[in-house]
Each structure stands twice: as C-alpha cells, then as structure tokens.
C-alpha cells in the first residue's frame, strides 16, 4: 500500500527464514506449504500477543495487521514455525482459523499463466505486464502520438529507467501527475496507470476527451523499476528498492522514504523490515530522482494522484499526524464524490478519508510530500481492488484488471471535476 505501517498488510513482510528473499540471486524464492492464517484478537492482552510476534519473528509475514480488537491479522507462517505459532495462539485462547494450506499455489498459477503467454501479441490489459514490456509500450505511445512525448526521471540503483510519458494538447494546461508501482508487489498499480494512460490518447468518450485535453498529464506506470522486475523475477511479495543495507537486507520502503515528516509514524529503522523508511529521507535514488523530477514542476502541478492496492480506498493527507489537513474538508468532499461516481459502473465500494484515521499512521509518503512541500492541495491515493476482506490480494485475477481501469477512470473523471469547480486548477506556467 498498499503502503503502510506496523498496521496494515502492505507492511506485509518481515525478511523470511531463507536465504533468497536477502540475496540478489536469480533463484525463484518460494512458498512451498506456507500456511495462511487469519487471527482475530478478542482481547487488549491478545491483540498485544500477536502484534508483539511481527517483530521477534522473521518467519511470519503479515499481510494485515489488526488495529483494534476485534481486527483481523492476517499471517503466512514458515512451516518450521508453525507448531510454535499454533501453540501460542492455543495457550492464549486466540481465535484463529485456517483460510489457505499453501499460499504457493496462487504464485504457481500466475506465472505459469504469464511464462505461457510470453509470445502473444500487442500489448493489451487482458494480464500484466513486465517492466521491459512496460517500457517498450511506452516508447511505442510516444512513437505514435506526437501528444505523448518521453519522459526520463533518472536511474534506479540498477541503473533502470524511472521512465514516464508526458501527454499534452497544448502547453499551459494545469499539471496532473500519475505516479504508479512505488510498492513493487501491488501489479494492478501498473496496470491500472497504463490501462488510464491509453484511454487519455485513444478513447473516442466525450467525457474522457475533454478530461484529457483540459490537462497535461505526467504518467509513470512504475517509479519502483528494480523492485518490479523482481517481483518477476524471484519474489512475487516483494515490497520495497533493491538497495543493499548489510549482508541480508535489501531496500527500504520507498513510500516511506520521502522528506516530509520522515520517520516519524508507521515505519521501522530495521533495514530488513517492509517498512523500513531508510537511513535518511531520499536515501534511495528512486525517490530522490523522482522528486527532483516532480520539483521541477513546481508551479504547473495541480494534482498528484499515486496509484497502490489494496483495500479499495481513496485517502488524502495526512498521515503523520491525525490533524487535519488546512483543506481538509475539500477533499474529504472530493473523495465522496470520487467514490460515489467509482461504484456507479460494477457497484464497487471504496472507504475514504485522511490516511491516518482512515487506516493507519503513515510518515514519509510521496503522495504527503507533494502536498506539505510542493503545495500541491490535491493530494490522493488510490488503494484499489480488491477490499481488505482478500488476502492475496496482490494477486488480483487478470480478468479484473480492465474493470478495475474502467471504474477508476469513471472516478478519475470526478476527482477532477469536483476539485476545479472548488477552483483548484491554475493554467502551468
């Protein structure tokens, strides 16, 4: 998130028991016979018991983390583990149910589906895409539509292109910057920035028309390169860069790693954690690049929209602190409109509201950066399909990715209204 924090599901993964999660390596990490259990804490004492595991173990991997009592954690255990685990939660009389005897499957199946459709046809949102397939449908927009012009924000610590487009009908227009794949797991992310990308250049809909036409419009599909090629390479679950912190610990988390409030709330100092905020704020190039190329902007931006999943919410700043934002109440109306018009098409329902009351503290976001710093006022993150009742939800079935940009769209078209009829949008300079 997904984001987050101790508290939620996109803090997701302690570093694991085996060596490849911490090892640049092309060997494929696995699952094999990983269990999924969801707990549910009935007590003050109980919920302390199962928070207090995410930090002493590093063979459960927390997809969600409760709370409140009565909040679910969600927690793939080692098998090595798993008599300890069951045992604690027995001794404590924890409410726990088994929801899936080895999460392998689902990461068995999805790259089965993928490594069979490597020789297919033109890039389409029927199933997701790699990096390098990203890129080249990129420099083919770019290619063939003289509106879409190339955009390169700097390297990654690979050495990857932080690459984007710019698309624009003439100069002026206010600034909407699109930011996708921070979190490297979250493939719907991409999916969903391509998927909103082609219907700005190619969809003849009236409404999606002027939408495009009012703005300039800054798109990157995948601002965390190395982590998404590794997720496709070796660890579907991983979160964060690939920067090397000592000999077992790679990456901080680069949506904790922005220099606004940085370190201060939902983040950890341990270099193996998901969460882990980095040594410094913009320690990692890619956040560093990336606002360096966001900074320059300063002046023509109106809106920056980043793109994570899931939970299917739309939330806004802060989430350093449960203060509300000076235009709070704008854009807590903003997002119940955006969300209204979201669920008119499949009936989709998003939460909303400011990120520290809506689901957890959370310091150091790109999304918060925009707006503390650069003063850009409309400041929202998507986390989108599927709800938080899913736990492998970052592997979203392929036949809800063109669904998932349609109803986004839809609601993209409303987040925009809504905020220039309140007089937000000022012609770039």
Known sequence: ????????????????????????????????????????????????????????????????????????????????????????????????????????RSFDEERSRLTNKRAKGPFDWNDYHSLEEIHAWLDKMANDHREVELLDAGRSHQNRTLKGVKLSYG?????????????????????????????????????????????DWYVFPSVNPDGYAYTFQVNRLWRKTRTPYGPFCYGADPNRNWNFHWAEQGTSNNACSDTYAGPKAFSEVETRSLSSFVEKLRGKLSAYIAFHSYSQLLLFPYGHTGEHSPNHQDLDEIAEATVTSLAKRYGTQYKYGNVYDAIYPASGSSVDWSYGVEDVKIAYTYELRPDGGAWNGFVLPPNEIVPTGEETLDSLVTLLEESAARGYYKAGK
């Open 171 to 215: 100069e002026g227009r206010p600034g909407v910057f699109i930011e996708g794949g921070i979190h490297a797991r979250e493939w719907i992310s991409p999916a969903t920035v391509t998927y909103i990308l082609n219907e700005l250049v190619n969809s003849e809909d009236a409404q999606v028309r002027a939408l495009a036409e009012k703005y």
């Open 1 to 104: 998130m997904v984001w987050n924090g101790v508290y939620s599901r996109c803090a997701a993964m302690a570093v694991l028991a085996f060596g490849v999660v911490a090892i640049e390596a092309a060997q494929l990490a696995r699952y094999d016979n990983y269990p999924l259990y969801r707990v549910t804490p009935q007590s003050e004492e109980q919920l302390k018991v199962v928070a207090a595991m995410e930090h002493v173990s590093d063979s459960l991997i927390f997809l969600e983390t409760a709370r409140k009592v009565g909040d679910r954690f969600d927690i793939i255990v080692a098998p090595h583990k798993l008599a300890d685990f069951t045992e604690t939660l027995e001794a404590d009389y924890i409410p726990h149910e088994l929801i899936d005897e080895n999460v392998q």
